[in-house]
């Protein structure tokens, strides 16, 4: 539970690398249908007690989830029908303070003795919200939790945020963000209201990236070729183009032969501590481009920069290398490793 006046300068679960937290973002781009329809349920009193935003990374789920809590709690919408509070409002100066007495976040807490985020979200995460919804509303409206993410949720804290979801008290709202929905128990999903965010087009991300950024047309195109749809991703990169998006399309370009120094440059930049949130976006990239080829090699589509990394290999063989950059990745944070070693062996790997 985020406690009125808890410090929010620590590293954040819920904050994508390169990108301003969703709390204070107040535009959103692609999902205007979803908005209209959240919005005349609520004006109609006919919301449901528990949503799940499904979508990949960066596609706005929680960007739109705090534009939902936002009009619950009493944000006044600049549009009649609409979710857009504006950044001037109390509510939403509170909500973005986490000041807001009606409103609790649950997210990967951040540990204190090892100075590390958690791995996963715990039981003793998820018996905060049937704790707080036993409490009357300290402003006498809603009360809404949000969980970011579902996905993130052990076994044991799954189960816990069932009997809530089965008995939901009055005026209460349960908002849940997975990328992985299917992996959800049955029972969550069954219990909810799931909307899938789509990919915005790609049109419309371009002239919202031109309207909010100084950056070049090259960058915004390989940007939005890299990122697939996903207004955040795009933002990220743009914010990191010196020491990744130019970079990485540099290397891409290179393939099927990239030279080491370009690898060793490409390494030492992301190692440095100041680039904490480039290597992690890194990682990200590094998902979207093995899923990428390993489409490709199924059906000779090919989506991103550059040329495809190879035409031989197998789809096993991209899973594969997948699974073992989630490990390298988490070892190198769990173990404290070398972030230059470890990069100069992701990178060698991906072009052997």
């Known amino acids: 539970m985020v406690a009125r006046g808890e410090a929010i300068d620590l590293p954040q679960a819920d904050q994508a690398p390169g990108c301003p937290h969703p709390r204070e973002v107040f535009d959103l781009i692609g999902h205007e249908n979803i908005e209209r329809d959240f919005a005349a349920l609520y004006d109609a009193d006919t919301l449901h007690h528990a949503w799940l935003l ?46 807001h007495g009606d409103f609790l976040l649950i ?33 006498g409206g809603w009360r809404v939790c949000l969980i970011d993410s579902a996905d993130e949720m052990n076994p044991s804290a799954t189960n816990a945020l069932l009997k809530t979801l089965e008995e939901p008290p009055e005026k209460c709202l349960i908002i849940l963000l997975s990328k992985t929905p299917g992996r959800l128990l049955p029972t969550i999903r069954s ?13 419309q991300i371009k002239t919202w990236a031109q309207a909010i950024t100084n950056s070049s047309a090259d960058d915004i195109q390989n940007a939005l070729t890299l990122a697939g749809g996903t207004p955040g991703m795009v933002l990220a990169l743009l914010n ?32 440095l501590v100041s680039a904490n949130d480039s290597f992690d976006l890194f990682w990200e990239i590094m998902d979207r481009l093995i899923s990428a080829q390993a489409i490709y090699t199924a059906t000779g589509e090919w989506t991103l920069p550059g040329d495809p990394i190879a ?42």
């Open 54 to 99: 499904t979508g990949p990374k960066g596609i706005g789920k929680a960007t739109l989830a705090y534009r939902m809590i936002r009009r619950v709690l009493g944000g006044v919408p600049q549009t009649v029908g609409q979710l857009d509070v504006p950044e001037t409002d109390t509510v939403a100066k509170r909500i973005r303070s986490l000041g």
């Open 107 to 139: 997210r990967r807490p951040y540990d204190l003795k090892t100075k590390k985020l958690r791995s996963q979200i715990l039981i003793s995460e998820i018996r905060k919200v049937s704790q707080f919804f036993t409490k009357k509303a300290s402003e």
């Open 191 to 203: 219990r909810c209201k799931t909307v899938n965010l789509r990919a915005v087009p790609k049109a």
């Open 240 to 271: 990191h183009a010196d020491d990744l998006l130019r970079p990485l399309q540099t290397f891409l370009a290179s393939f099927p032969r990239p030279n080491t120094e370009l690898v060793h440059r490409i390494s030492d930049k992301l190692a």
């Open 311 to 352: 035409k031989q290999s197998t789809v096993s063989h991209w899973l594969d290398l997948q699974r073992t950059f989630k490990d390298m990745r988490g070892a190198q944070a769990g173990l404290n490793m070398n972030k230059k070693t470890v990069l100069l062996d992701a990178l060698t790997r991906l072009s052997a």
